[in-house]
């Protein structure tokens, strides 16, 4: 466990220096590509081989009782304290990753060069990336108002090619509904694993807290990635506007100026809530701005992931 | 200052319009795509809360242009004082248009065309009155302009004594024109008027027999005033058979053929037709039927000239002021030509024997043709009785002066350069003076062949008569010699034609106020071909027409007619038939005193030229004493008033008056139009500034 907080501490570290500006990245066309600059750029070396220990591990001692292979008792211990126990280890199996990416209409949204719906994307291909050089299985959902893709949590050879694929089909969808795709986890997903949902989060979230609470009670880990754009957060404009919403279409006047303040008293209302409910159910929730380096994302996620 | 439409004003209230526009606030147009508006509350024009008003500027330019068109419609005027002096008002006017033709002759018809206007003038009492008589003409007794000055400077009295003045005239009835030319004057007057009713407010009173002969046709292209009326004082006479004459020819034998016209509304068709002489002795009479409302076309026989028949009258009519017809009978004219050449009986060889065949006499003329050799005895004839001299022979030094006076008193000389020896014959005619003299150069042409006349001036008087196409050809004449005339520059002469482009041919030299005409060749078969060809006599004659004591006048005449007097006759006195003489400036060349129908003698102080006889008679369309259908006038669109019917029955109001005259006033001052020009202008500043504003924006926004 130490071992791992250092290793954290220190990429924690390295992060702030080396960090990738996400306008930059974007530039880059290759989704695969993006990933790999994330993942490799600032990670090699920065974390254990995935062919050095991982097989077993230790979970706990246990008294020697008859029949027991003697060969697991620890005599260093038995020299200390003169009474036999058995040190046993559990065998390390590859992590079950199933990423659930929200590509709905106001994942469009962009004040900067690149929306959320790219940033989102961009962080899933890292995040399977990362788990494809760990050898760990990995799976992606993508919904808006309903499940749209599915591709089953898998480690094999061309899993982050068609993890890839998915991500870069041009997304259709408009509303965002989360319950779809977390029945689909709950009802699809035997095998424990790490859920990772990635969306703005900024429909209702009343059923959220159901689902997310019957993932927990199976046994899975769940992290909650929220992307938000700079301006959803600050409410920046200058200009006095009719502001669409990108998946009703309703319409209304506003001189953000003066709605701003209202604005961010509700979004921090609604924010609260959401850590509120990640609290409660054990979600391990995480905001991300657009503006934000992918790699705080990957790192919290590894954070997740080792938890 | 006020207005004359103020209703307009309440057009104001669209002031309001562009404020309400500049306070509500218009949808941003640009459109904010947003993830969620959960967060957001939608409060649209309230969420601005920026009720002020922008752009000031734009808003008082609009307000302003709106207030500016509003008091444009309300069309201001200032008021002024001319507007109390103008207020007089107006009255009535009656125009007596009373007819003076010669039909108003007949029987009791004027008496009674006096006594309906001494009525007129007495009904109408303060009203303005204007007396008009019409025959062809319009003629003022009393004109419109007069009739405005004050009532009390015209009374009733002095009106009736410019009536007792007036007579019936000769001349035909011009019905149309009279009553066009009154509408044309009344229409003028309304120009000036400010009320605009005075057309309503005039009457026009005709006072006429309303003959058929009566023109109207002069009303077919005049739009009458809709407001204008008539009233028509139709005249009946108490007997209505007449009859008429007019005069279709007199022929050369001097036989009158005459039309008889007899009125629709005659009771007779049997008339007498004779000639009547001077004594006043009916001849020669013949019965003629002429049925009503025809006419019959009648040869007299011919008239004898020792008979001095001077008139052609008609008789069995109840009215006579048409039955006399003048006759002016062409009288013979003397012309004595004189040649002084060589008299050869019978010979084609000189020029004598062609010049004698040209001047044939006629009915018209007697012509006496006298050849004066070289060796022939002293003529004793007055310079002022030739009326044509011709010269193809050397001269004697007397016969040259005889020539020169000829021509210092107005004669026409030709002469013929035949020879040589006719030339030498020509240079002391032509200049006295020896320097002169010596310039002038006569001889011989050298001809290959034959010469041909060319560069004829065709304007002359002496090639008028070839100037069509079918005369003008001279290709076909030749000459075989000719003599080359040189003339300095100092004789003034005219070419008329020339040989072959070069050498003059018949030269025009005016000399004291007679003519010499040259010509540089004989006419004899031996020089040329020019007295066998057809512009001989035409040309020779031409040359006599020359003579300005030759020219005639038309011997006939309606009344009323202009005649144009020849340009010889200065200073003319004209006898007519009843006073005694009218005397002619030399500047006057018309004569327009045809006022009545008889003979007239035209003398001129010159004694010499004969005096000129001429007949004037009545205009046929005066027989026509049948009455005019009412019904034609009124298709014209003359408004005829109905008896007992009066005009404009009351007076316009004050108020209308009073508004008419504002009306005027708002009309001379126009503000309107300036108000119209700055609105305009406004809106025209106001467009440059909103785009400039906008520019600006759009120019924020985009940075």
């Known amino acids: 466990m130490k071992k791992i907080s250092a290793q954290k501490t220190y990429q924690n570290q390295k992060l702030v220096s080396q960090r990738i500006d996400p306008a930059c990245l974007m530039r880059i066309k290759s989704l695969e590509l993006r990933a790999k600059s994330v993942v490799e750029g600032n990670w090699n070396g920065l974390h254990r081989s995935p062919y050095h220990g991982f097989s077993v591990e230790f979970t706990e001692y246990r008294e020697y009782t008859r029949g027991d292979d003697p060969r697991h008792i620890d005599w260093k211990l038995a020299a200390r304290t003169n009474q036999h126990f058995i040190k046993r280890f559990e065998e390390e199996t590859n992590l079950c990753c199933h990423m659930l990416l929200d590509l709905s209409s106001s994942m469009q949204f962009h004040s900067l060069s690149y929306s959320k719906a790219d940033y989102a994307k961009t962080l899933a291909a890292t995040f399977a990336y990362f788990l494809s050089t760990q050898r760990d299985a990995s799976g992606l959902v993508i919904f808006h108002e309903e499940v749209d893709a599915v591709v089953p949590a898998r480690f094999t050879r061309g899993q982050l090619r068609r993890i890839l694929i998915e991500l870069e089909r041009p997304p259709q969808g408009s509303h965002t509904n989360f319950v779809s795709p977390l029945k689909h986890a709950i009802e699809t997903i035997k095998k424990r694993g790490l859920v990772v949902l990635i969306s703005d989060l900024l429909s209702p979230v009343d059923e959220l807290n159901t689902h997310l609470g019957y993932l927990r009670a199976k046994g899975h880990e769940v992290a909650l990635f929220q992307i938000l754009d700079p301006a959803e957060i600050h409410l920046n404009f200058s200009e006095t506007a009719i502001f669409e919403d990108l998946e009703s279409g309703d319409r209304i006047a506003l001189n953000p100026k003066i709605a701003q303040a209202d604005y961010q008293r509700r979004l921090n209302e609604h924010l609260e809530t959401i850590q509120a409910m990640c609290r409660k159910q054990g979600v391990n929730y995480h905001k991300l701005t657009t503006d934000t380096p992918l790699e705080v994302g990957l790192s919290d996620f590894l954070t997740d992931r080792a938890a | ?703």
């Open chain 2, 1 to 703: 200052m006020s207005f004359l439409t103020p209703l307009y004003l309440f057009g104001i209230i669209a002031v309001g319009l562009p404020i309400l526009l500049h306070l509500v606030r218009h949808q941003p147009k640009n459109v904010q795509f947003f993830s969620s508006l959960r967060f957001l509350e939608h409060k649209p024009p309230q969420t601005n809360r920026k009720n002020k008003i922008e752009n000031w500027l734009l808003l008082l330019l609009r307000a302003a242009a709106v207030l500016l068109l509003v008091t444009a419609f309300a069309r201001p005027f200032f008021k002024n004082t001319d507007l109390e002096l103008t207020t007089a008002s107006t009255t009535r006017q009656t125009i007596l248009l009373i007819d003076a033709s010669s039909s108003m002759q007949r029987g009791t018809l004027w008496k009674d065309a006096l006594q309906k206007a001494e009525e007129i003038i007495k009904q109408a009492g303060q009203e303005q009155i204007a007396i008009y008589t019409f025959d062809s003409g319009l003629t003022a007794v009393k004109a419109l302009k007069e009739s405005k000055q004050p009532a009390q400077q015209f009374s009733e009295a002095d009106d009736r004594e410019l009536l007792t003045g007036l007579t019936p005239g000769w001349n035909a009835t011009n019905l149309g024109q009279a009553l066009t030319e009154i509408a044309s004057l009344l229409q003028q007057q309304v120009a000036s008027d400010p009320t605009g009713t005075l057309l309503q407010n005039s009457t026009i009173e005709l006072i006429t027999d309303f003959q058929a002969g009566s023109q109207i046709s002069a009303l077919t292209e005049f739009s009458w005033p809709e407001e204008l009326k008539v009233r028509l004082h139709q005249l009946k006479a108490g007997e209505t058979s007449n009859a008429g004459l007019q005069l279709l020819s007199l022929d050369e034998q001097s036989r009158p053929t005459v039309r008889i016209v007899n009125a629709a509304n005659s009771k007779q068709e049997q008339f007498t037709i004779a000639y009547q002489s001077k004594s006043g002795v009916p001849e020669t009479s013949q019965p003629v039927y002429v049925p009503r409302g025809q006419s019959r076309v009648i040869r007299m026989p011919a008239l004898e000239p020792q008979q001095q028949v001077t008139q052609i009258v008609l008789s069995g009519d109840d009215h006579d002021f048409d039955n006399r017809l003048y006759l002016q009978p062409r009288e013979k004219s003397n012309l004595m030509i004189v040649h002084l050449g060589t008299p050869a009986a019978g010979s084609t060889e000189t020029p004598d024997y062609f010049a004698k065949r040209a001047f044939p006499a006629t009915s018209n003329r007697e012509v006496e043709f006298l050849t004066v050799g070289p060796n022939s005895p002293q003529i004793l004839i007055a310079v002022a009785k030739i009326h044509l001299l011709i010269v193809s022979r050397e001269l004697s030094s007397e016969e040259t002066e005889l020539v020169k006076n000829y021509l210092q008193q107005g004669g026409v000389v030709l002469f013929s350069l035949n020879d040589a020896n006719s030339g030498q014959a020509l240079i002391p005619i032509l200049s006295t003076e020896e320097k002169t003299s010596q310039n002038i150069l006569t001889e011989a042409a050298d001809i290959n062949g034959y010469a041909l006349l060319t560069n004829i001036n065709f304007d002359h008087p002496v090639f008028q008569i070839f100037q069509a196409p079918e005369y003008s050809d001279f290709t076909q004449l030749k000459f075989w010699n000719y003599q080359r005339l040189t003339l300095p520059d100092g004789i003034p002469h005219q070419i008329l034609a020339r040989f072959d482009h070069e050498n003059p041919a018949i030269v025009n030299v005016p000399i004291g106020e007679g003519q010499l005409i040259v010509m540089t060749f004989g006419w004899t078969p031996r020089e040329s071909q020019f007295a066998l060809s057809t512009k001989f006599v035409p040309m020779l004659n031409a040359i006599l027409g020359q003579n300005t004591k030759l020219t005639t006048v038309p011997s006939q005449f309606t009344v009323g007619e202009k005649i144009k007097l020849p340009d010889s006759l200065k200073a003319v006195n004209i006898s007519t038939p009843e006073s005694p003489q009218i005397q002619l400036t030399s500047a006057q060349q018309t004569l327009k005193e045809t006022i009545q129908p008889g003979l007239y003698q035209v003398t001129s102080e010159d004694e010499t030229i004969p005096a000129q006889k001429f007949a004037v008679n009545l205009g046929i369309e005066e027989s026509n004493t049948a009455p005019l259908a009412i019904e034609k006038l009124e298709s014209l669109g003359v408004r005829l008033l109905q008896p007992g019917e009066t005009t404009a029955a009351s007076p316009p109001p004050a108020d209308t008056r009073r508004q008419a005259l504002l009306r005027e006033l708002e009309q001379k001052q126009k503000l309107w139009r300036w108000l119209i020009i700055v609105a305009l202008a406004m809106l025209g500043l106001e467009t440059v500034l909103a785009k400039w504003i906008t520019g600006k924006t759009s120019a924020t926004r985009k940075a």
